[in-house]
């Protein structure tokens, strides 16, 4: 109550003097004991500062929906993916490392009639006929001479993937644009009998690559407790994940599981109804798929690995795009950025190790692509995202799967 009579100037020495009072100060804010304009409450930097743009690009629906169906993967942020791409220079050669239906894909191709070479990659055997069908309808209605190279294949191989196509320009001169689209698409999610969906019942399956031999099954039937509580803890960021680890080692002693539905079963039973009903479970059950599905998948290595490996592949100029969906993802792909264009965000952000001349020609680009807010200068490449992109307001009520989408771009120079 005291705290309340205290002046703004008076609260800022206070806080910016002792740490124990910043802690009851702020706390005090925080419950509305003190109350404070925005303005103020920036002043005393205890407003977050926002770690992303908001895209004010135009959602139009209504030409997706004529584009792509509506029963169908709608592509995300798919006006931000084909702005990146649509820099001054040409862009000859393009590598879709999650091709998926070809959302992406094919607008990129329609909107690129200079391209020559198009790679694009999936694991997923289903996504591949989807979108081969959907190229081949975009190059008999255009004028597209560009060769097309579809590749059932993890994207951690993109450099195998460019020596495959044989193409002696890409393989010495290097790749223009690179897109990384991580997640599942919806024809994945929507097959119960892939396993992805806290929905439907299906199989205990999980994996991406219908080759690959370890499924969701295993882990939750076979691996050390102590793996899958880590899983659920890492991958799942699941706060319950010890009650969680101990059930499930329980329910290995009574025949185990053997469907997303036993699974579920479970998870009703263990979450707690003060974490709000079906709303709760639902909510524990989204962790929990997601973290068995990254194991399934090896997803973060994979990630991780495979953009070293693309930027590897780039040419001077070229630019990898990638939209990610959790914040695991995200933070993964902010930090190798960051590793990549080398060291840490404060020093990057203050352009050591970068001379005038980079920093100017980036300047340049930024000025002529309205998109560019700010950018990280590095020695070798510059992060055109300092923020992460998000999808429009627009886009996110029209498209769920879009709400969690983060796109963040880098530059080799
Ligand atoms: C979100 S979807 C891509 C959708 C696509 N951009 C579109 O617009 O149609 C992600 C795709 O990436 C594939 N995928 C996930 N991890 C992969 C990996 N490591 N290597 C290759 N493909 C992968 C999945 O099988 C899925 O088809």
Redesign the pocket.
């Known amino acids: 109550m005291v705290a309340a009579m205290i002046s703004l100037p008076k609260l800022i020495h206070t806080l910016s003097s002792s740490s124990s009072s910043t802690k009851t100060i702020t706390r005090a804010i925080s419950n509305n004991i003190i109350t404070l304009s925005k303005k103020e409450k920036q002043k005393l930097g205890l407003v977050k500062e926002k770690r992303r743009t908001r895209s004010d690009k135009e959602f139009d629906k209504d030409s997706i929906i004529e584009r792509y169906g509506s029963s169908s993967?709608?592509?995300?942020m798919?006006t931000e993916v084909l702005d990146v791409f649509s820099s001054s220079s040409s862009l000859n050669s393009f590598v879709?490392?999650?091709?998926?239906?070809?959302?992406?894909?094919s607008a990129v191709i329609s909107g690129h009639p200079e391209l020559k070479y198009f790679i694009g990659?999936?694991?997923?055997p289903v996504?591949h006929k989807?979108?081969q069908a959907r190229i081949n309808s975009v190059l008999h209605s255009g004028d597209s001479s560009v060769k097309v190279f579809t590749m059932l294949?993890?994207?951690?191989h993109i450099k195998s993937a460019i020596i495959e196509t044989g193409e002696e320009k890409l393989m010495a001169n290097g790749v223009d644009g690179i897109?990384m689209?991580?997640?599942?698409?919806s024809?994945?999610v929507d097959n119960p009998q892939r396993g992805f969906s806290v929905l439907g019942d299906g199989p205990l399956d999980m994996r991406?690559?219908p080759q690959a031999s370890l499924k969701a099954e295993d882990i939750l039937n076979s691996w050390p407790d102590s793996e899958v509580g880590r899983i659920l803890r890492d991958y799942g960021e699941e706060s319950n994940w010890r009650t969680l680890q101990k059930k499930i080692a329980q329910a290995r002693l009574t025949g185990g599981f053997h469907s997303t539905g036993d699974l579920l079963d479970l998870i009703r039973r263990v979450t707690p109804a003060a974490r709000g009903g079906r709303q709760g479970w639902i909510k524990t059950a989204t962790r929990v798929f997601q973290a068995l599905r990254i194991a399934v998948?090896d997803?973060l290595k994979?990630?991780e690995d495979?953009l070293y490996s693309c930027f590897d592949s780039l040419a001077p100029g070229g630019r990898i795009a990638v939209?990610s969906f959790h914040s695991l993802e995200d933070r993964i792909v902010k930090q190798t950025f960051l590793d990549i264009v080398k060291g840490s965000e404060e020093n990057v952000a203050q352009g050591e190790g970068c001379n005038s001349d980079l920093i100017k020609a980036i300047d340049e680009i930024k000025e002529k692509e309205a998109w560019i807010r700010n950018v990280i200068h590095g020695s070798n490449g510059a992060i055109l995202t300092k923020r992460p992109i998000t999808p429009s307001g627009d886009e996110e009520k029209l498209n769920r799967r879009s709400r969690s989408a983060k796109l963040r771009v880098i530059q080799k120079i």
């Open positions: 993967h709608i592509p995300v798919l879709d490392c999650t091709l998926g239906a070809a959302g992406h894909s990659m999936d694991v997923d996504a989807m979108a294949k993890n994207f951690r897109l689209d991580l997640g599942m698409s024809m994945q991406m690559d998948n997803e994979t990630l495979s939209i």
